[in-house]
């Protein structure tokens, strides 16, 4: 297969069909009408003698050649476009750019609307995509260039992905403010008389707070398991249960409700989030004006202070 015969535009297409998962959502991406999509895939396929994308409900799956060919394919068009860029700086204020970073969406309410007030003021051209991604495709993803950069707890990954300290969040106590329990503090005493609220996308699996207990011979009642804070902190508001969430989470998910937050009467370590990204992109002008806008928010988030607890 000689090089010179092949048409490298091909692979713009098969990226775009890659990301997208969808021949219509590709032709909009990259401008092109939907036929000329499908004639580019065509010929990919008899370029590679494979399907390469087959159609699954209302979108276009990999085979597993072209799962094998995305992070080369993907790996070569960013070094073109590095490689083509006119000046080796990263311009937001006229730059079209969509970033794609992967985040639980717990974090969402607490880092976006910070983060877009920044983006739409420094970068009216600038799109952003919070996703959802598994924690086992992390690597692959940001190799693969899927997404740009991820959130979550510290994983072990190879010397191909770079990360940092993101945020080291307390554990603290939501309640009512007539619990008839927690009255003028919160004790160890009374945080295990109460019955509490469990916040978990896993569907069993214990959290900080209960490994701590766990540590000390104590175990506390969950008699809710739900998969969000907002829904935790209503279930609160209305019930005698208390939700233990981390700080920042807890401020953001409980405005509408107004429920006391207070301090863990016990020891549990801080929820710490890290920052994750290819290493090609550690010297890359947009990736780390993406990175050092995500850091910035952050921190000016703070955490705020909760009501002190008493471990008597």
């Known amino acids: 297969m000689q090089l010179s015969r092949i ?19 590709a032709a909009r991406q990259l401008n092109l009408t939907q036929p000329a ?16 994308f087959e159609r ?20 070569a068009l960013q070094s073109f476009a590095r490689t083509l860029q006119d000046t080796p700086h990263f311009d937001p204020a006229n730059t079209v750019r969509r ?15 910070p983060l ?42 190879s010397p ?25 503090e919160l004790t160890l005493e009374r945080y295990l008389a109460a019955e509490h609220v469990h916040v978990s996308s896993r569907r069993r699996g214990a959290g900080l707070e209960d490994q701590s207990l766990h540590r000390m011979g104590l175990t506390r009642r969950v008699r809710l398991r739900c998969q969000h804070y907002a829904a935790a902190c209503r279930v609160v508001s209305c ?5 233990t969430l981390p700080l920042r989470y807890a401020r953001i998910a409980n405005e509408p409700y107004a429920n006391r937050i207070l301090s863990l009467p016990f020891k549990v370590p801080s929820l710490e989030l890290h920052l994750y990204w290819h290493a090609g992109g550690e010297n890359d002008g947009a990736n780390r004006w993406l990175r050092e806008q995500l850091m910035t928010v952050m921190s000016a ?11 008597t």
């Open 7 to 25: 048409d490298l535009n091909l692979f713009v297409v098969f990226d775009a069909i890659y990301s997208e998962g969808s021949i219509t959502a």
């Open 37 to 52: 999509v499908s004639h580019a895939l065509g010929r990919l396929r008899g370029l590679f003698d494979d399907p390469l």
């Open 56 to 75: 699954r409900g209302q979108g276009m799956a990999p085979t597993p050649l072209a799962r094998s060919l995305a992070s080369e394919i993907r790996t």
């Open 99 to 113: 970033f794609t970073i992967g985040m639980r969406d717990a974090l969402e309410s607490t880092l976006l609307p």
């Open 116 to 157: 877009m007030a920044r983006v739409t003021a420094a970068a009216p051209q600038v799109e952003i995509a919070a996703i959802r991604f598994d924690r086992r495709e992390m690597e692959s993803e940001l190799l693969a260039g899927t997404i740009d950069t991820a959130i979550d707890i510290l994983l072990p990954v």
């Open 160 to 184: 191909a992905i770079h990360h940092a300290p993101f945020m080291a969040d307390p554990m603290v106590v939501l309640a009512r403010r007539d619990h008839p329990l927690v009255k003028k």
């Open 239 to 243: 019930t005698d249960l208390l939700a």
């Open 301 to 311: 988030l703070g955490g705020g202070t909760p009501e002190p607890a008493s471990a």
